[in-house]
């Protein structure tokens, strides 16, 4: 069934200049990019963005790192968008991360591991709305 999941393509990919190569693997996967558009976070959105983190230990220092510079959110489709893109994404810690995916082809470290990418169509909704109307989304 095609299905909507929400991505983040994050600051330690856009300063390397990532943001064509990670669209490549996206797009190379069969996911369509149907809403896309490169903003600064400011520190209320990527508190509001991450709150279901907020009581782990990482939570500062990863809303300092997501407004350390541009981030690419984006809306992609697909048959099973959601599970299919965590696929191409690979392990949150890119030490993990298989051969060919996002984190393991770009990712630096845990925190700045390129991508976000929604873990379950519940989030995915919720993610998406948090960014974008639907006038921005175009399938
Ligand atoms: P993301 O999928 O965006 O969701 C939460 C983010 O927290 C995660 O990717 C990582 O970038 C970041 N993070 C930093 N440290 C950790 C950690 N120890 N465990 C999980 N996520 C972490």
Redesign the pocket.
């Known amino acids: 069934t095609v299905e909507r999941t929400f991505s ?1 393509i994050k600051p330690d990919a856009t300063k390397r200049n990532l943001t064509g190569a990670i669209n490549a693997v996206i797009e190379k996967s069969g996911l369509r990019i149907i809403g896309q558009k490169r903003v600064q976070l400011s520190e209320g959105q990527a508190e509001g963005f ?1 709150a279901i ?1 907020k009581e782990r230990p ?1 939570f500062r ?2 809303v300092t790192f997501m407004i350390s510079g541009p981030v690419v959110v984006q809306v992609l489709e697909g048959d099973n968008a959601v599970a299919k893109y965590r696929d191409v994404m690979g392990a ?1 810690n890119p030490a993990n991360a298989a051969p060919g995916t996002i984190r393991k082809e770009f990712a630096e470290s ?2 700045a ?1 390129s991508v ?2 929604s873990d379950s169509q519940e989030n995915a909704a919720r993610e998406i709305e948090f960014f974008f109307t639907d006038q921005e989304i175009v399938g």
Request: no cysteine; charged share 15%; glycine share 8%.
């Open positions: 983040i991450y983190h990482f220092d990863l949150t845990i925190e591991n976000h990418g």
